[in-house]
């Protein structure tokens, strides 16, 4: 599976942006699909994944404020931030995991991981 992550870039505090995430090569509906974040010198984090369930999860940094939405049809999911902060500031990666036993919060769970796309937030 190929993932490519778009949609990055320079917004003011409060304001929004949307990533985009288009997979290909692979049954995209069976895996959950998440997105996690890593500022400079910081470790990756999680910041949410929406399952081949349907069932959504966040990290508690971002809840009310992000949105994961997946359109199995054209492959791909997508980020909705709004309010955003300059906390929020990164390279956001799109990540595909299987469904297998294991947390959605740590990298080392995904499969595969799409390239990154940069996010700042100016205050």
């Known amino acids: 599976v190929q993932l490519q992550a778009s949609g990055g870039g320079l917004v003011q505090a409060g304001g929004s942006l949307r990533l985009s995430c288009a997979a290909s090569?692979?049954?995209?509906?069976?895996?959950?699909m998440g997105w996690f974040r890593q500022a400079p010198g910081k470790e990756r984090k999680f910041v949410t994944i929406?399952?081949?369930?349907?069932?959504?999860y966040y990290a508690d940094s971002v809840k009310g404020r992000f949105t994961i939405s997946r359109d199995n049809a054209k492959n791909t999911v997508y980020l909705q931030m709004n309010s955003l902060k300059p906390e929020d500031t990164a390279v956001y990666y799109c990540a595909a995991r299987s469904e297998r036993p294991g947390s959605d919060w740590l990298p080392s769970i995904y499969n595969y991981w799409g390239q990154g796309t940069k996010v700042t937030v100016s205050s």
């Open positions: 090569g692979g049954t995209f509906s069976r895996y959950g």
């Open positions: 929406r399952k081949s369930s349907g069932a959504t």
